[in-house]
């Protein structure tokens, strides 16, 4: 069972991209009790924190992103979003979609942004 995250490619520095990412079937109908996030991870590093959304939108930021990447939810289509601007070619990464809640635990697939300079 996986999330399924969308939206990665390749842009220019400056420039933005939206990533989605949709809850699988067996959480849909408690979608709005998980907490989203977004992680990514760049070649040779570890996985790292990106952005995070509670059920009640609480959201959080890495110091990294602040300012330039926005976390959103519609509990209605059971996605969660990150609009991403300013990109940087620090940003290049495979971003992952993580739901979690009391134990519960699911991972996405990963999508790849690669920002070039």
């Known amino acids: 069972v996986q999330l399924q995250a969308s939206g990665g490619g390749l842009v220019q520095a400056g420039g933005s991209l939206r990533l989605s990412c949709v809850a699988p079937?067996?959480?849909?109908?408690?979608?709005?009790?998980?907490?989203m996030s977004w992680y990514r991870q760049a070649p040779g590093k570890q996985r790292n924190l990106v952005a995070s959304i509670t059920g009640n939108r609480n959201t959080n930021y890495a110091d990294s992103v602040k300012g330039r990447f926005t976390i959103s939810r519609d509990n209605s289509k059971k996605t969660v979003y990150l609009h991403m601007n300013s990109l940087q070619p620090e940003d290049t990464a495979v971003y992952y979609c993580?739901?979690?809640?009391?134990?519960?635990?699911?991972w996405g697939q990963g999508t790849l942004v690669t920002v070039s300079s």
């Open positions: 993580n739901a979690a809640r009391s134990g519960d635990d699911y």
């Open positions: 079937r067996t959480i849909t109908s408690v979608f709005w009790d998980y907490t």
